[in-house]
């Protein structure tokens, strides 16, 4: 077992960064279904993050996505956020939802595409700059759907380049972080399809650039824990975009699929002492939540990340050392599921009433009459801008 204070330092440490979007309306390429009370521009985003923070202690930072959380005074909205007790997190941007960018946006034959592109990953910087963000987050849909459609090589190329323009515009404190994505919305060819591309272009680019592991942009039955390993050891995991899926990108609540992957996500983590947060590892949920009520989603999401830390953190890892040296392959092992099999539950509600909280936040959630009062006062919420 390991020391009871290590490990709660390392739950109290811990912050999950919801994300903007998460709490507007999204649905499927089929429907968006709208639900009461859901926030009507980025101050209001804010506020349901700070209620997610308030009642877990563990979602202290909030990303954003540009344009959809585009406001005249970004100073104003660090502040609000500031003023409910959370920060602004990653910097989403967005070079996927414009006629122009029908072949591509960094990757686009076309130069003035490629210009507009650019330019938008620059203005990124600039609202960084203008909101105390640390990180812009990439994700691009280029790609091409047929053989023959462009140079495959020559969009690595233009790919290359406008990174290189932006890490350059890059402030101190500041970095990127490249997500990739098996497929789709290009079916043929993605830009960045996978770890390796991702993590070649931040090798070429520098210290400041590193990978972002969304869990729902592999092929089935990846070893994603494998990919943290690597990236951790050679110091190029910037973050992860935590969901869960079924098929493809399903962008589920993260832990409900496959409570077991992330625990052996957070054990990779853990077993570095990456999960605190001076190593930096940005912990993202990027997820929609069209179904179900948002805020409570998130909550079971952001309590999800915090259990299998916590499982995570209870491994004897001076036991798990011994029967792997020793090649002892059934104790290991049984060490490995003695920890993801402890109920963490009882340990986090105490720790949470030491710390002044409810121990049960979604039950506090329901008590508190905060979804009563947004649906009365909110009328005619916002759209992510997802699944439209
Ligand atoms: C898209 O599939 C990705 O997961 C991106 O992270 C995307 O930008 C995000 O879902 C919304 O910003
Ligand atoms: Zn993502
Ligand atoms: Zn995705």
Same mark, same amino acid.
């Given at each position: 077992m390991s020391?009871?204070?290590?490990?709660?330092?390392g739950i109290r440490?811990?912050?999950?960064e919801t994300?903007?979007?998460?709490y507007?309306n999204s649905g499927?390429?089929?429907?968006?279904?709208?639900?009461p009370?859901?926030?009507?521009?980025?101050?209001?985003k804010i506020d349901d993050?700070?209620?997610?923070h308030?009642?877990?202690?563990?979602a202290p930072t909030?990303a954003l996505?540009?344009?959809w959380?585009?406001?005249?005074?970004y100073?104003?909205l660090a502040?609000?956020?500031?003023?409910?007790g959370v920060?602004?997190?990653a910097?989403?941007?967005n070079?996927f939802?414009d006629?122009d960018?029908k072949?591509?946006?960094?990757?686009?034959?076309d130069?003035v595409?490629?210009?507009?592109?650019?330019?938008?990953l620059l203005e990124?910087?600039d609202?960084m700059?203008?909101?105390?963000s640390d990180?812009?987050k990439?994700?691009f849909?280029?790609?091409t759907n047929?053989?023959?459609q462009d140079?495959?090589?020559a969009?690595?190329d233009?790919?290359?380049?406008?990174?290189?323009e932006?890490y350059a515009?890059?402030?101190?404190?500041?970095?990127?972080?490249l997500?990739y994505?098996l497929?789709?919305?290009s079916?043929?060819?993605?830009d960045v399809p996978?770890w390796?591309t991702s993590?070649a272009?931040?090798?070429?680019?520098?210290?400041?650039?590193?990978?972002?592991?969304?869990t729902?942009?592999?092929?089935?039955?990846?070893n994603?824990?494998?990919?943290?390993?690597?990236l951790?050891?050679?110091?190029?995991l910037?973050g992860?975009?935590?969901?869960?899926?079924f098929?493809a990108?399903d962008d589920?609540m993260?832990?409900?699929?496959?409570?077991?992957?992330l625990?052996r996500?957070?054990h990779?983590?853990?077993?570095?002492?990456?999960?605190?947060?001076?190593?930096g590892i940005?912990?993202m949920?990027?997820q929609c939540?069209?179904?179900?009520?948002?805020i @409570?989603?998130?909550?079971?999401?952001?309590?999800n990340?915090? &259990?299998m830390? /916590?499982?995570?953190?209870?491994?004897?890892?001076? +036991?798990l050392?011994a029967?792997?040296?020793?090649?002892d392959?059934?104790?290991?092992?049984q060490?490995f599921m003695d920890?993801f099999y402890?109920?963490?539950?009882p340990m986090?509600?105490s720790?949470?009433?030491e710390?002044g909280r409810?121990p049960d @936040?979604m039950a506090?959630?329901h008590r508190s009459?905060y979804? &009563?009062?947004i /649906?009365?006062?909110?009328?005619?919420g916002e759209q +992510?801008?997802w699944?439209?």
């Amino acid at each position: 077992m390991s020391d009871h204070s290590a490990i709660t330092a390392g739950i109290r440490g811990l912050g999950v960064e919801t994300a903007s979007w998460a709490y507007a309306n999204s649905g499927t390429r089929f429907k968006v279904f709208a639900q009461p009370g859901v926030p009507r521009d980025p101050f209001e985003k804010i506020d349901d993050a700070a209620v997610v923070h308030r009642l877990t202690g563990a979602a202290p930072t909030v990303a954003l996505h540009i344009p959809w959380d585009k406001v005249d005074d970004y100073d104003r909205l660090a502040k609000h956020a500031e003023a409910q007790g959370v920060r602004i997190g990653a910097i989403n941007s967005n070079v996927f939802q414009d006629d122009d960018y029908k072949l591509g946006s960094v990757c686009s034959p076309d130069p003035v595409v490629r210009r507009k592109a650019t330019d938008h990953l620059l203005e990124c910087i600039d609202i960084m700059d203008a909101t105390g963000s640390d990180t812009l987050k990439l994700w691009f849909a280029d790609g091409t759907n047929y053989p023959g459609q462009d140079s495959i090589r020559a969009r690595q190329d233009r790919l290359a380049e406008a990174l290189r323009e932006t890490y350059a515009r890059l402030g101190d404190g500041q970095r990127m972080l490249l997500e990739y994505k098996l497929f789709e919305p290009s079916f043929y060819t993605m830009d960045v399809p996978d770890w390796g591309t991702s993590y070649a272009h931040c090798l070429e680019l520098g210290p400041r650039a590193q990978v972002v592991i969304d869990t729902g942009h592999h092929a089935p039955g990846t070893n994603i824990e494998f990919i943290v390993a690597f990236l951790l050891r050679a110091h190029k995991l910037g973050g992860f975009d935590f969901n869960s899926r079924f098929y493809a990108d399903d962008d589920l609540m993260v832990g409900a699929a496959d409570p077991f992957q992330l625990f052996r996500i957070m054990h990779e983590i853990v077993s570095v002492g990456a999960h605190t947060p001076q190593a930096g590892i940005a912990f993202m949920l990027d997820q929609c939540h069209n179904i179900e009520a948002k805020i @409570p989603a998130i909550i079971r999401s952001v309590l999800n990340v915090q &259990e299998m830390t /916590a499982k995570a953190l209870m491994l004897d890892n001076t +036991a798990l050392a011994a029967a792997q040296g020793s090649g002892d392959v059934l104790a290991a092992n049984q060490i490995f599921m003695d920890a993801f099999y402890t109920d963490v539950r009882p340990m986090l509600a105490s720790l949470r009433e030491e710390d002044g909280r409810d121990p049960d @936040p979604m039950a506090a959630y329901h008590r508190s009459g905060y979804a &009563e009062t947004i /649906a009365a006062e909110r009328a005619g919420g916002e759209q +992510a801008g997802w699944g439209a």
